[in-house]
């Protein structure tokens, strides 16, 4: 078997694109229970990934190596980008080095070959990306050497993978090198335990497999080396983390006007990327920011981070244990997962129409020449659409009662703002009276007989999820998912207060959003779901997308350290509080020029500047918020809806947006602004 022609389970050759050595290798480390890789070390896996590519070089004849050395031997292009970016450094040398050598060089483009890897078996529909930073496998059909399906070989890809280093391990087949080479590096990175249950027989069969092939001993006991070389490393030199002054506060505009991502972003640029904020009667926290910081978390976090305490007072004061906030690795995975078609493109295409409608009904008894704060349109325009959407139930007439109960436990459970005692008022017992008749209510709506016949909402898939898991979705956590659905449509409320007020606040681009908004709802008939995604409201979808950089929905994150680690050159230990402000890098230049400035143009080619982590209004990596379709879909209609049914005009035009930072934490406007309406455009009318 050659590189360009590689065994499938039956033993046939797929006459395919080929996958490489290290495609293999990073499908064997996937963890399909977790959603992500088997957990390697960060240098361990990044040496093991450079060992694969050697590897896969030498098998193209592009290299030679043996115990001693590493010899170039042919210049030309591979075609595939990372193995000819580490051919061009290997052949640029002028001196004569081992494999350990080169691996110790070239581990730092270990991560750039994981993400093209990852971005290869994601377009040859092997691995399927998931928000949030996971993958899992798609099934695909690897054709029999005519070109015809054979349905025997329809299996994941690693699965060829695995089942070859299974008889490799339990039989006495003869296994081919690049079988070898995998074994070798996947007994070194200490994952094949975990992959297979090896007895003693298998573990004397793997050292004998690792012997078989010089190439992968060379690679192997080079990687082996470089794994107790970095144990041996110190990860830092202790350094005392710098704390912001009160003064700092007291100073900045920013922070004088709530517009806590900006005044963080200052905190950056003056003391680093981490910081301490020490807060009245509480413990301080550490603050991580900075677009090193994000991309360290996006790809790392869920190694040596945990979400999992900043709950906990809050969930226990509504009676739940956990949720899939505050869940890590596999269980974590597995909420997403049964959560992720709540959320879905083609649950919204199959009730876009429904959004539209209830919007529709929400601003139909609006009065021309009533003057509404931004902040109660939001939440009357939000909330018709998601209590519906997702639970099933209007709640309009219990919404603020029931938004208020929420903010103050989120205020004394969560934050420690207030005291707990202020949860034991005549108001909040009140509120939390008509919180306990909504649950009942939602799920007295949700019994198979209500149901029937009736699209498939949130309320549906806890059900079911409760029904198939119910140790990891109990009872007792339900009535929390329905805290989370209200919470999305608190935020999602406010994201609409600050888009009208930056749209109020610049006619020009406001003319442009009316007539995109003509355009759309201009005939009066049904408005295909594409229409709001697509070119023909591309000024609109800037406009939202400008508008969650500036405000946006989650600026930071908690979490605690569950393994030490370096994060901005500065050493965590388990246990440390962290502040992940992942939206600092919106107020930074190097990322957003200009960052003050509200420019729609930003996310247009060639500039893009919302691509990477720099860009992070609905968080990081495993926990990114899964509604982020569903508001930047719910904003760009609703915008869009009341720029053609109204011309509307800031009242007071002169006054900068000032804001309230919400617990969790996101930004709140202050109810200060208002919208006049100021003429009727169009009759309200449902498509």
Known sequence: ?????????????????????????????????????RQVPIWNLNCAVIGGALAELSLRGRIDTDLDSLIFVDGAPT?????????????ASTGQHNAQYWIEKLVPEAEPIIDMTLERLTEMNILRHHEGEFWSLSKVVWGAADGSADGADDQASNEFVKTRISRAIFTDEIPSPVDVIIVCITDVCDVLRFIFELDEAAEQRVVEICKMDLIGRAIADAVRENFVTAQVIPTAITKQIPSVK????????????????????????????????????????????????????????????????????????VGARNFVNTLDGVDHFKCRKSFQQSFSRSRLVERSDEMLNYGLDSISSLEIGSEIPLVELGYRVSNSQMSPLLLGVETQDVFDDVSKFILRILMTDFAGYLPKLMNHTP???????????????????????????????????????NASDPQLMPQANMRFAIINALI???????????????????????????????????????????????????????????????????????????????????????????WILSAVTHYLDDQFPEPMKFDIDRYKSPRNEHRGTGYAPFGLDTHTCLGQRLVSLQLAINILMLSHYFEMELVNKDSDIKMTVLPLPGLAARRKIKARFVARRHEVTKP
């Open 1 to 37: 078997m050659t590189i360009i022609e590689r065994e499938v389970a039956d033993g046939s050759v797929d006459p395919g694109r080929p996958l490489t050595l290290v495609d293999e290798l990073v499908l064997t480390l996937l963890n399909e229970e977790s959603g992500y890789f």
């Open 79 to 91: 075609g595939d980008p990372a193995l000819d970016r580490l051919l061009e450094k290997i052949g």
């Open 246 to 317: 009160l003064m700092d506060m007291i100073r900045s505009p920013n922070a004088r006007n709530g517009n806590m991502p900006a005044f963080f972003a200052e905190c950056y640029k003056k003391y680093g990327p981490v910081f301490r904020l020490k807060q009245p009667f509480q413990q301080p926290f550490t603050c991580v920011a900075g677009p090193e910081v994000n991309a360290w978390v996006h790809r790392h976090g869920r190694l040596y981070l945990s979400s999992r305490h900043a709950l906990d007072d809050f969930l226990k004061a």
């Open 427 to 465: 108001g909040m017992r009140r509120r939390k009276k008509l919180f306990n008749e909504l649950v009942d209510q939602v799920f007295a709506s949700h019994t198979a007989a209500q149901r029937a016949g009736c699209p498939r909402d949130y309320i549906d898939d806890l059900v079911s999820f």
């Open 488 to 578: 999305n449509s608190m935020y999602t409320g406010q994201q609409m207060s600050t888009l009208m007020y930056l749209l109020l606040s610049n006619p020009e681009v406001y003319q442009q959003v009316t007539a995109e908004a003509d355009a759309v709802f201009g005939e009066g008939g049904k408005v295909d779901f594409e229409v709001f995604t697509g070119p023909a409201t591309d000024v609109t979808q800037r406009v939202v997308t400008e508008n969650l950089r500036l405000y946006p929905t989650i600026f930071g994150s908690f979490r605690h350290a569950i393994n030490n680690c370096l994060i901005g050159g500065y050493q965590m230990s388990v246990g440390e509080r962290l």
